[in-house]
Protein backbone atom coordinates (compact mmCIF):
# COMPACT_ATOMS: atom_id res chain seq x y z
CA UNK A 1 0.00 0.00 0.00
CA UNK A 2 3.03 2.25 0.75
CA UNK A 3 4.88 2.04 -2.11
CA UNK A 4 1.36 2.49 -4.87
CA UNK A 5 0.87 5.14 -2.45
CA UNK A 6 4.35 7.13 -3.42
CA UNK A 7 3.98 5.79 -7.50
CA UNK A 8 0.42 7.93 -6.94
CA UNK A 9 2.58 10.62 -5.51
CA UNK A 10 4.84 10.89 -8.07
CA UNK A 11 2.43 10.45 -11.10
CA UNK A 12 0.42 13.36 -9.19
CA UNK A 13 3.61 15.56 -9.02
CA UNK A 14 4.67 14.91 -12.28
CA UNK A 15 1.18 15.92 -13.60
CA UNK A 16 1.43 19.38 -11.87
CA UNK A 17 4.87 20.23 -13.76
CA UNK A 18 4.46 18.67 -16.88
CA UNK A 19 6.50 20.52 -18.84
CA UNK A 20 9.86 20.69 -16.29
CA UNK A 21 9.12 17.16 -16.77
CA UNK A 22 8.70 16.70 -20.15
CA UNK A 23 12.60 19.14 -20.71
CA UNK A 24 14.58 17.52 -17.69
CA UNK A 25 13.37 14.13 -19.72
CA UNK A 26 13.93 15.22 -23.25
CA UNK A 27 17.78 14.29 -22.41
CA UNK A 28 16.86 11.09 -21.12
CA UNK A 29 15.82 10.76 -24.35
CA UNK A 30 18.27 11.75 -26.74
CA UNK A 31 20.77 9.99 -24.27
CA UNK A 32 18.70 6.45 -24.47
CA UNK A 33 17.83 6.76 -28.20
CA UNK A 34 22.19 7.28 -28.84
CA UNK A 35 23.28 4.08 -27.03
CA UNK A 36 20.22 2.03 -29.36
CA UNK A 37 21.16 3.98 -32.56
CA UNK A 38 24.89 3.18 -31.27
CA UNK A 39 25.05 -0.71 -31.22
CA UNK A 40 22.64 -0.78 -34.25
CA UNK A 41 25.38 1.35 -36.01
CA UNK A 42 28.41 -0.86 -34.46
CA UNK A 43 26.28 -4.61 -35.47
CA UNK A 44 25.65 -3.03 -38.68
CA UNK A 45 29.04 -2.52 -40.14
CA UNK A 46 30.16 -5.87 -38.30
CA UNK A 47 27.71 -7.14 -40.29
CA UNK A 48 28.78 -5.64 -43.54
CA UNK A 49 32.13 -6.59 -42.99
CA UNK A 50 31.10 -10.62 -42.25
CA UNK A 51 29.16 -10.37 -45.79
CA UNK A 52 31.77 -8.60 -47.45
CA UNK A 53 34.64 -10.87 -46.11
CA UNK A 54 32.04 -13.65 -47.16
CA UNK A 55 31.53 -12.78 -50.62
CA UNK A 56 35.16 -13.06 -51.29
CA UNK A 57 35.47 -16.75 -49.48
CA UNK A 58 36.24 -16.72 -45.80
CA UNK A 59 37.57 -20.30 -46.56
CA UNK A 60 40.05 -19.06 -48.76
CA UNK A 61 43.97 -19.49 -48.12
CA UNK A 62 46.37 -17.13 -49.96
CA UNK A 63 49.59 -17.67 -50.22
CA UNK A 64 51.90 -15.15 -50.51
CA UNK A 65 55.76 -14.55 -51.54
CA UNK A 66 57.06 -12.40 -49.02
CA UNK A 67 60.96 -12.34 -49.99
CA UNK A 68 63.94 -14.76 -50.43
CA UNK A 69 66.23 -14.80 -53.58
CA UNK A 70 68.23 -17.81 -54.86
CA UNK A 71 71.23 -17.69 -56.83
CA UNK A 72 71.33 -18.54 -60.48
CA UNK A 73 73.70 -20.74 -62.31
CA UNK A 74 75.33 -16.74 -63.60
CA UNK A 75 75.46 -15.72 -60.07
CA UNK A 76 72.19 -13.48 -60.96
CA UNK A 77 70.10 -13.12 -57.73
CA UNK A 78 66.49 -13.72 -58.48
CA UNK A 79 63.31 -13.82 -55.84
CA UNK A 80 62.61 -17.31 -54.91
CA UNK A 81 58.74 -17.59 -56.12
CA UNK A 82 56.38 -20.23 -55.81
CA UNK A 83 55.55 -22.39 -58.98
CA UNK A 84 52.65 -24.26 -60.30
CA UNK A 85 54.69 -27.38 -58.77
CA UNK A 86 54.20 -25.94 -55.49
CA UNK A 87 50.17 -26.40 -55.98
CA UNK A 88 50.37 -29.55 -57.59
CA UNK A 89 52.03 -30.70 -54.02
CA UNK A 90 50.06 -28.81 -51.71
CA UNK A 91 46.99 -30.55 -53.62
CA UNK A 92 48.25 -33.94 -52.88
CA UNK A 93 49.36 -33.61 -49.65
CA UNK A 94 46.32 -31.52 -47.66
CA UNK A 95 43.11 -33.04 -47.80
CA UNK A 96 40.10 -30.58 -47.97
CA UNK A 97 40.85 -28.20 -50.85
CA UNK A 98 37.98 -27.64 -53.41
CA UNK A 99 39.47 -25.52 -55.37
CA UNK A 100 42.60 -23.97 -56.23
CA UNK A 101 44.28 -21.12 -58.77
CA UNK A 102 47.92 -19.77 -59.08
CA UNK A 103 48.11 -15.72 -60.19
CA UNK A 104 50.35 -14.36 -62.81
CA UNK A 105 50.61 -10.18 -63.23
CA UNK A 106 51.17 -8.17 -66.13
CA UNK A 107 50.13 -5.40 -67.61
CA UNK A 108 49.06 -3.63 -70.80
CA UNK A 109 47.24 -0.58 -72.58
CA UNK A 110 43.93 -1.95 -74.11
CA UNK A 111 42.61 0.51 -76.69
CA UNK A 112 38.78 0.04 -77.63
CA UNK A 113 37.29 2.29 -80.08
CA UNK A 114 39.60 5.54 -79.23
CA UNK A 115 39.35 4.56 -75.45
CA UNK A 116 42.98 2.95 -73.92
CA UNK A 117 42.85 1.95 -70.56
CA UNK A 118 45.92 0.56 -68.33
CA UNK A 119 44.74 -2.81 -67.54
CA UNK A 120 45.66 -5.17 -64.98
CA UNK A 121 45.83 -9.23 -66.90
CA UNK A 122 45.66 -11.79 -63.94
CA UNK A 123 46.57 -15.49 -65.55
CA UNK A 124 44.67 -17.95 -63.65
CA UNK A 125 43.23 -21.49 -63.73
CA UNK A 126 39.41 -22.28 -64.28
CA UNK A 127 38.74 -22.81 -60.73
CA UNK A 128 39.72 -19.03 -59.88
CA UNK A 129 35.78 -18.55 -60.08
CA UNK A 130 35.30 -20.80 -57.20
CA UNK A 131 38.42 -19.89 -54.99
CA UNK A 132 37.04 -16.03 -55.62
CA UNK A 133 33.42 -16.43 -55.69
CA UNK A 134 33.03 -14.83 -58.66
CA UNK A 135 29.60 -13.43 -60.37
CA UNK A 136 29.17 -13.88 -64.39
CA UNK A 137 27.14 -11.16 -65.64
CA UNK A 138 27.65 -12.35 -69.18
CA UNK A 139 28.92 -14.95 -71.26
CA UNK A 140 31.19 -17.76 -69.31
CA UNK A 141 34.09 -18.50 -68.06
CA UNK A 142 37.28 -20.10 -69.26
CA UNK A 143 37.27 -23.90 -68.71
CA UNK A 144 39.88 -26.51 -68.74
CA UNK A 145 39.53 -27.29 -72.14
CA UNK A 146 40.21 -23.06 -73.09
CA UNK A 147 42.96 -23.63 -70.65
CA UNK A 148 44.80 -27.07 -71.94
CA UNK A 149 44.37 -25.73 -75.35
CA UNK A 150 45.59 -22.18 -74.54
CA UNK A 151 42.76 -20.45 -75.97
CA UNK A 152 42.80 -16.98 -76.52
CA UNK A 153 39.78 -15.62 -74.61
CA UNK A 154 39.84 -13.73 -71.98
CA UNK A 155 36.73 -12.82 -69.56
CA UNK A 156 36.70 -8.73 -68.12
CA UNK A 157 35.55 -7.11 -65.13
CA UNK A 158 32.50 -5.84 -65.58
CA UNK A 159 33.14 -1.84 -64.68
CA UNK A 160 36.21 -2.16 -67.84
CA UNK A 161 33.28 -3.56 -70.35
CA UNK A 162 30.62 -0.91 -69.16
CA UNK A 163 33.60 1.61 -69.80
CA UNK A 164 34.52 0.13 -73.31
CA UNK A 165 31.47 -1.05 -75.03
CA UNK A 166 28.37 0.10 -73.15
CA UNK A 167 27.44 -2.91 -71.65
CA UNK A 168 28.24 -6.79 -70.39
CA UNK A 169 26.44 -8.49 -73.33
CA UNK A 170 27.96 -6.12 -75.75
CA UNK A 171 31.19 -6.73 -74.87
CA UNK A 172 31.20 -10.74 -75.18
CA UNK A 173 32.29 -11.76 -78.58
CA UNK A 174 34.71 -8.68 -79.13
CA UNK A 175 37.96 -9.28 -80.03
CA UNK A 176 41.37 -7.03 -78.17
CA UNK A 177 44.91 -6.79 -78.42
CA UNK A 178 46.83 -8.18 -75.58
CA UNK A 179 50.60 -7.25 -76.55
CA UNK A 180 50.05 -7.43 -80.42
CA UNK A 181 47.81 -10.82 -79.43
CA UNK A 182 44.42 -11.09 -80.10
CA UNK A 183 41.72 -12.42 -77.87
CA UNK A 184 37.96 -12.66 -77.94
CA UNK A 185 35.90 -11.39 -74.93
CA UNK A 186 33.77 -14.71 -73.44
CA UNK A 187 32.43 -13.48 -70.35
CA UNK A 188 32.31 -10.42 -68.26
CA UNK A 189 32.41 -10.79 -63.74
CA UNK A 190 32.26 -9.49 -61.18
CA UNK A 191 32.72 -9.38 -57.51
CA UNK A 192 29.47 -10.28 -56.19
CA UNK A 193 30.24 -7.00 -53.06
CA UNK A 194 32.69 -4.58 -53.19
CA UNK A 195 35.96 -4.91 -51.44
CA UNK A 196 37.35 -1.62 -51.32
CA UNK A 197 40.63 -2.73 -52.59
CA UNK A 198 41.31 -5.57 -50.69
CA UNK A 199 41.68 -8.30 -53.48
CA UNK A 200 43.48 -8.17 -56.31
CA UNK A 201 40.47 -7.25 -59.04
CA UNK A 202 40.34 -3.75 -59.69
CA UNK A 203 38.25 -1.56 -62.41
CA UNK A 204 40.24 -2.21 -64.50
CA UNK A 205 41.56 -6.21 -64.57
CA UNK A 206 41.21 -8.98 -67.57
CA UNK A 207 41.17 -12.59 -66.83
CA UNK A 208 43.14 -15.02 -69.43
CA UNK A 209 44.09 -18.63 -68.69
CA UNK A 210 47.13 -19.44 -66.74
CA UNK A 211 49.11 -21.14 -69.41
CA UNK A 212 48.23 -18.24 -71.96
CA UNK A 213 49.34 -15.70 -69.06
CA UNK A 214 53.17 -17.54 -68.69
CA UNK A 215 54.03 -16.42 -72.95
CA UNK A 216 53.70 -12.46 -71.48
CA UNK A 217 55.76 -13.41 -68.11
CA UNK A 218 58.35 -15.54 -69.82
CA UNK A 219 57.64 -17.73 -66.40
CA UNK A 220 55.63 -19.90 -64.68
CA UNK A 221 56.57 -18.20 -61.41
CA UNK A 222 54.00 -16.72 -59.41
CA UNK A 223 53.61 -14.31 -56.38
CA UNK A 224 50.16 -15.49 -55.10
CA UNK A 225 48.68 -19.70 -54.87
CA UNK A 226 44.87 -19.24 -53.75
CA UNK A 227 43.11 -22.31 -52.47
CA UNK A 228 39.85 -22.65 -50.92
CA UNK A 229 38.79 -25.07 -48.21
CA UNK A 230 35.88 -26.89 -47.93
CA UNK A 231 34.96 -25.76 -44.64
CA UNK A 232 36.29 -22.55 -42.79
CA UNK A 233 37.15 -24.69 -39.50
CA UNK A 234 39.56 -25.80 -41.90
CA UNK A 235 41.64 -22.69 -42.60
CA UNK A 236 43.61 -22.42 -40.13
CA UNK A 237 45.77 -25.92 -39.93
CA UNK A 238 45.32 -26.20 -43.36
CA UNK A 239 47.46 -22.65 -43.86
CA UNK A 240 49.78 -24.21 -41.42
CA UNK A 241 50.29 -27.18 -43.46
CA UNK A 242 50.47 -25.49 -47.24
CA UNK A 243 53.06 -23.14 -45.48
CA UNK A 244 55.13 -25.56 -44.30
CA UNK A 245 55.26 -27.74 -47.80
CA UNK A 246 55.77 -24.75 -50.00
CA UNK A 247 59.17 -23.56 -47.69
CA UNK A 248 60.00 -27.74 -47.94
CA UNK A 249 60.39 -27.09 -51.67
CA UNK A 250 61.98 -23.58 -51.32
CA UNK A 251 65.67 -22.28 -49.95
CA UNK A 252 65.28 -21.87 -45.87
CA UNK A 253 65.63 -18.25 -45.93
CA UNK A 254 62.80 -17.49 -48.81
CA UNK A 255 59.83 -16.47 -47.00
CA UNK A 256 56.32 -17.18 -47.54
CA UNK A 257 53.07 -16.04 -46.11
CA UNK A 258 49.90 -17.58 -45.96
CA UNK A 259 47.26 -14.97 -45.60
CA UNK A 260 43.49 -15.92 -44.36
CA UNK A 261 40.42 -13.55 -44.60
CA UNK A 262 39.39 -14.89 -41.35
CA UNK A 263 42.23 -13.06 -39.89
CA UNK A 264 41.08 -10.09 -41.64
CA UNK A 265 37.19 -10.85 -40.65
CA UNK A 266 38.34 -11.16 -36.79
CA UNK A 267 40.32 -7.17 -36.81
CA UNK A 268 37.48 -6.06 -38.48
CA UNK A 269 34.92 -7.04 -35.41
CA UNK A 270 37.12 -5.96 -33.50
CA UNK A 271 37.58 -2.25 -35.08
CA UNK A 272 33.62 -2.05 -34.80
CA UNK A 273 33.71 -3.34 -31.57
CA UNK A 274 36.22 -0.62 -29.91
CA UNK A 275 34.49 1.89 -32.00
CA UNK A 276 30.82 0.71 -30.65
CA UNK A 277 31.95 1.28 -27.31
CA UNK A 278 33.72 4.72 -27.98
CA UNK A 279 30.23 6.06 -29.55
CA UNK A 280 28.40 4.38 -26.88
CA UNK A 281 30.57 6.22 -24.02
CA UNK A 282 30.15 9.36 -25.65
CA UNK A 283 26.32 8.16 -25.89
CA UNK A 284 26.91 7.73 -22.17
CA UNK A 285 27.98 11.48 -21.70
CA UNK A 286 24.64 12.88 -22.52
CA UNK A 287 22.99 10.27 -20.06
CA UNK A 288 25.26 11.74 -17.68
CA UNK A 289 24.29 15.67 -18.48
CA UNK A 290 20.88 14.26 -18.36
CA UNK A 291 20.79 13.28 -15.00
CA UNK A 292 22.65 16.47 -13.64
CA UNK A 293 19.69 17.67 -15.26
CA UNK A 294 17.25 15.49 -13.54
CA UNK A 295 19.40 16.41 -9.98
CA UNK A 296 18.67 19.94 -10.78
CA UNK A 297 15.18 19.46 -11.40
CA UNK A 298 14.74 17.61 -8.42
CA UNK A 299 16.24 19.94 -5.84
CA UNK A 300 13.82 22.50 -7.32
CA UNK A 301 11.51 20.35 -6.53
CA UNK A 302 12.38 19.71 -2.92
CA UNK A 303 12.65 23.42 -2.24
CA UNK A 304 9.51 24.13 -3.57
CA UNK A 305 7.38 21.48 -1.74
CA UNK A 306 8.79 22.15 1.71
CA UNK A 307 5.23 22.85 3.41
CA UNK A 308 4.08 19.84 1.45
CA UNK A 309 7.28 17.59 3.13
CA UNK A 310 6.23 18.77 6.43
CA UNK A 311 2.76 18.19 6.64
CA UNK A 312 3.53 13.95 5.71
CA UNK A 313 5.78 14.21 8.43
CA UNK A 314 3.66 15.83 10.60
CA UNK A 315 0.43 13.59 9.43
CA UNK A 316 3.45 10.50 10.35
CA UNK A 317 5.73 9.70 7.40
CA UNK A 318 8.75 8.63 8.18
CA UNK A 319 12.22 9.64 6.93
CA UNK A 320 12.73 6.85 5.07
CA UNK A 321 9.32 7.24 3.26
CA UNK A 322 10.02 10.88 2.45
CA UNK A 323 13.24 9.35 0.78
CA UNK A 324 11.57 6.80 -1.12
CA UNK A 325 8.81 9.23 -2.54
CA UNK A 326 11.58 11.72 -3.60
CA UNK A 327 14.02 9.24 -5.38
CA UNK A 328 10.94 7.09 -7.23
CA UNK A 329 9.91 10.97 -8.50
CA UNK A 330 13.45 10.61 -10.04
CA UNK A 331 13.90 7.18 -10.97
CA UNK A 332 10.05 7.72 -12.73
CA UNK A 333 11.54 10.62 -14.66
CA UNK A 334 14.59 8.82 -15.62
CA UNK A 335 12.73 5.47 -16.96
CA UNK A 336 10.55 7.47 -18.80
CA UNK A 337 12.97 9.59 -20.62
CA UNK A 338 14.72 6.16 -21.53
CA UNK A 339 11.62 4.19 -22.41
CA UNK A 340 10.46 6.79 -24.95
CA UNK A 341 13.97 7.32 -26.05
CA UNK A 342 14.55 3.64 -26.39
CA UNK A 343 11.41 2.95 -28.56
CA UNK A 344 12.70 6.03 -30.52
CA UNK A 345 16.19 3.79 -31.34
CA UNK A 346 14.88 0.97 -31.96
CA UNK A 347 11.19 2.03 -34.14
CA UNK A 348 14.28 3.73 -36.51
CA UNK A 349 16.09 0.62 -37.75
CA UNK A 350 13.00 -1.26 -37.79
CA UNK A 351 11.44 1.50 -40.30
CA UNK A 352 14.09 0.86 -42.20
CA UNK A 353 13.81 -2.45 -42.26
CA UNK A 354 10.36 -2.00 -42.76
CA UNK A 355 10.31 0.35 -45.88
CA UNK A 356 13.39 -0.65 -47.65
CA UNK A 357 14.91 -3.59 -48.92
CA UNK A 358 18.14 -3.33 -45.90
CA UNK A 359 17.92 -5.62 -43.15
CA UNK A 360 19.69 -3.74 -40.30
CA UNK A 361 20.14 -5.99 -37.16
CA UNK A 362 18.70 -4.88 -33.95
CA UNK A 363 20.37 -5.41 -30.45
CA UNK A 364 17.64 -5.74 -27.90
CA UNK A 365 20.24 -5.94 -25.52
CA UNK A 366 20.77 -2.49 -26.22
CA UNK A 367 17.31 -1.84 -25.33
CA UNK A 368 17.69 -3.47 -22.08
CA UNK A 369 21.41 -1.79 -21.46
CA UNK A 370 19.33 1.56 -22.44
CA UNK A 371 16.58 1.19 -19.70
CA UNK A 372 19.15 -0.11 -16.84
CA UNK A 373 20.79 2.95 -17.44
CA UNK A 374 18.60 5.18 -17.52
CA UNK A 375 17.40 3.54 -13.79
CA UNK A 376 21.10 3.59 -12.48
CA UNK A 377 21.08 7.57 -13.98
CA UNK A 378 17.59 7.97 -11.70
CA UNK A 379 18.80 6.42 -8.45
CA UNK A 380 22.11 7.81 -8.65
CA UNK A 381 20.63 11.55 -9.13
CA UNK A 382 18.20 11.43 -7.05
CA UNK A 383 19.79 10.28 -4.31
CA UNK A 384 20.81 13.72 -3.31
CA UNK A 385 17.50 15.78 -3.77
CA UNK A 386 16.03 12.30 -1.77
CA UNK A 387 18.04 12.75 1.00
CA UNK A 388 18.06 16.52 1.47
CA UNK A 389 13.98 16.08 1.62
CA UNK A 390 14.45 13.73 4.65
CA UNK A 391 16.67 15.21 6.50
CA UNK A 392 14.06 18.54 6.45
CA UNK A 393 12.99 19.28 10.31
CA UNK A 394 9.20 19.21 10.02
CA UNK A 395 8.83 21.60 12.69
CA UNK A 396 10.98 24.19 10.47
CA UNK A 397 9.29 22.94 7.08
CA UNK A 398 5.65 24.02 8.78
CA UNK A 399 6.79 27.54 9.11
CA UNK A 400 8.31 27.32 6.21
CA UNK A 401 6.61 30.66 3.48
Not at 43 to 62: D, F, R
Not at 259 to 273: F, H, W
Request: aromatic share 6%.
Amino acid sequence: MMFREILQLAYDSFRASKVRFLLTMLGMVIGSASIVLVVTLGLTGKQYAINMISSIGPNLVEMQYAGGNVMGPDNVSTPDLMTREDMTAVLDQVTGIVASSPMLETHDNISINGVSKNTMILGVSPQYTDVRNLKIDAGRFFDEEDSSQHAKVAVVVKPLAVNLFGTPAQAVGHAISIQGIPFTIIGVFEERIDTFGMSEVSDQTMLIPYPVARYFTGTDKVKEIFFRMREAGMVAPAADQITKIIKSRHYPASVYHAQLLLDVLSMMAKIATMLTVMMGLAAGITLLVSGVGIMNSMLANVQARIKEIGIRKALGATSREIRLQFLTEAVFMSLSGGLVGTLIGLAIPLSVGLLTPFQIPVSWWSAVAALATSVVVGVVFGTLPANRAAQLDPVETLKYE
